[in-house]
């Protein structure tokens, strides 16, 4: 029984050998696909490349096989038609041709498309990282699973424009943005030096500021809200050197330096003065006073005390890409400000949230700007709410408030759409 089947399969092999490499391969690459469906592996670089490679030899085999078989057909026949004998000859060429064309570019392809890839450890797990420097530098991260496969996608790092690895480069090189998950799929560190040229000779003083030491420890931005006796505000508990202080300490725990100066290099503008005592102030810093689409941060803060009782981010909607890249860090940061180390995740949600409503309720009017006029959406968590409105459709303004049950049921009751932050976005 077993000599039989033995027998059968070596003239199977023996007649349709041309088609077992093929076979082979095809049947290897439908399960590697079944495998990455179900589990989510991937084959890396190097087998995989060795597999395209036995495909186009498998593929080369089969062509011999069939022109072989092909060259038998017509030799075996008594009769052989001038047509017949032609068109078998035209494909013998073609196969030889497509052979060698093909291969010259699958050659290059090869070259080309090649990935190193090297095995790293970050944010405390085993990772590939895949280098694709054709253009730009990009790394890509996956979780490590074995020397054939990887698992899920856990980070990204981008280098700016070149040729050359560099996880490889001497000196080191830093990224100029990433972002990396963890297991969860929830972002862990993610950043972007993209704009730091913006900074210009202040970027050496803010690498270097004795002070940074103090950023590393993270200071508490206290949201609990009070009534300030002498203007009858809502206020945080926070003055605006806690608010600088906290967002410094968010800001440097991602770039390693600070972004805002002490509130004594802000502009100031006071109103509502009470025997000779400031009861409001509106205090403002942008980065590049020169530069009209840089954004501005402006905080109100009341009484003798100064708490906070507004933040507010003004952005110009036609900014260019490294302005957008500054907006997108102020709004993170000030989220972590009053919202305690909130994901980037959820930041972003926040923000497509409430930009959204203002792009579609432009507001004329200062009167209009607040929840339950022209203002329709609320994001909150807390005693914190967040909002944003349009300013004749080029200025975007973002507002942290101070919120209580009873203010949110009033807006509730005008018509505000609220989404609790931490309910909604899965916090």
Known sequence: MNKTIRTSFQNICERYW???????????????YLLQAVTGWTLRTVPREVLCVLGVISLVIFLLWGNIRLGQFIENKEHKPF??????????LASIAGVLVFGFYFFILMVFAHTPEHVVEKNGIKMVASVNSFLDMNVDYYQYKNPLFYGKSLGHEWYGSGGNDPLEAEPPLEPRSWMFYDLDGNT?????????NMYGSEIAKRLSDPLLEM???????????????????????????????????????????RYFPPSENWQQYRYGLSNGEPLLSHWYFTENTADEKCPTVSVYTAGTAQNVWKAELIFDTHAPHEMQSLQKDLFHHSMCVFFADVPYRVCWDVYQTVTQSAEEYVCRVPSDTVPGYAVKTLCYEGSVGVYAYALSGSELHICFVPLTEELLREYESKGVTLYDIA????R
């Open 18 to 32: 041309g088609f077992v490499p093929l076979c082979g391969v095809v049947l290897a690459g439908a399960v590697l």
């Open 83 to 92: 047509l017949l004998s032609l068109v078998c000859n035209l494909i013998h």
């Open 188 to 196: 862990v560190d993610c950043g972007e030096r993209g704009y730091a």
């Open 215 to 257: 950023f590393a420890d993270p200071v508490h931005f206290d949201t609990r809200v009070q009534k300030d006796l002498q203007s009858g505000m809502l206020t945080f508990s926070s003055p605006l050197s806690v608010y600088i202080d906290s967002y410094n300490g968010s800001f440097y725990k991602e770039k390693h330096m």
């Open 423 to 426: 309910k909604e976005f899965k």
